[in-house]
């Protein structure tokens, strides 16, 4: 739904000579590659359409951003269409190829590559994303060019009930087998093992990426393109199938309701002691906490056959720009305040519960698993999930081959079926880059 959240606040006391410069700089370069004035008369209005395909953490964080560029920036409005991520942004992003893309395009980090190829995107000045650390530029930057500002970033694996750990005396498990001795002992006292909600096909789409990252990209760095070049493939790659079944394992160990459970009303259930574990990212954090503020969790990697799992890293917000936006100027401030403002950035990060991509600034919400991520991260056991992302599409692959998951799970389809289904879609798997 296209809303415009914030009127435009009248700048006509403004004299019309002042100008707002931007990110500091006198000019820019601009999508064709030519330098132009960064700087916007304070009384010239401007109107920015932004497309923003959010997480279910980010609703909300737009009308932060309205505030703030009110203040800064009180000639400039943006007019916001927001949309599911999992499943209304890309095909947005498939009616605005035909009729000229948005200002600003909002969506993850992985949907840079895609985009980029396609010539849609603008390159993203130094200025800015020179305010955020350098590991997030490098899954978005493709032949020296960066397409992208990654704003902000998700950790996944497995969030567990520290006190029910305790209590039990289970340790975190390193391999299957550990996994199983938890789960065989959670089954034998009545416990729920896994809290799960997988009538949401992008929640089986996660997880199964989740795995695909520790058991299959791990080992194969290319996997993706192997399986584009016809060197292997889901139906007959042992790894990957076990990816596949470990859904089964979580469905045999989870709600019997799985199927009809939404995510809040999943994330209430772990929090209330119903399950030990969820596979998930950190957009439970916020409904852990919204439950309860005391709730004590951690994380671990899932674990994969070989028993050296990584926790998992994923750039979230990714803040795109119109190669043919005919206000780059405009632009270019909404660039610059969302990676000079520290007080928005805060604002964003303790609302969203996510972890910042900002050099310098740190959100302050208290996160039980940050113990447990910092230690991972020393012993450099973190991984960019964008590895597979960038090789395995989200939208047309991984989020179609959940569906085929979900209907193996539910009995409607043999597992054969579902792997060659996957296989199926090997044209669909890439970006046009590819």
Known sequence: MKRKLMSMLMASTMAASLLVGCGGQATDTNASGESGDTSVASDEQVTLTVLAGQSTTDAGIEDMIDAALAEKYPN????WECVGWDGEFHPKMQQYMQTGIPDIIIGKGQDVATYSSLGLLGEIDSTYTDRVIDA???????DGKTYGLVYNALYQGVYYNRQMFEENGWEIPKNQEDLQAIIDDCNAKGITP?????????????????????????NNPTWGDDFRAGKTSFSTDEAAQICYQYNKL?????????????????????????????VSGSWSIQNFLDIDENFDFGIFPFPNQTGDSKLIFEPNIAIMTSATTEHQDAVNCVLD????????????????????????????????????IDKYAAEDMVVDVNLGNNQLVWGGFQEENAADIAAWLLGDESFEDCLAASDARVDVSSSAAE
């Open 76 to 79: 400039i409005t943006l007019e």
């Open 136 to 142: 997030a530029n490098e899954n978005v930057t493709f």
């Open 194 to 218: 896994f809290a799960s909600h997988m009538v949401d096909t992008w929640s089986i789409g996660n997880v199964t990426m989740q795995f695909m990252m520790n058991d299959v990209f791990n």
């Open 250 to 278: 979580i469905y045999d160990n989870t709600f019997p309701e799985t199927f009809s459970l939404e995510q809040t009303d999943c994330d209430a259930k772990m929090v209330l002691g119903d399950a030990a574990m969820k």
């Open 337 to 372: 305040l969302l990676t000079s403002d520290e007080e928005l950035a805060v604002e964003i990060y303790d609302y969203t519960k996510t972890a910042s991509m900002l050099k310098g600034i740190s959100p302050t919400f208290t996160n039980p698993s940050q113990s447990d």
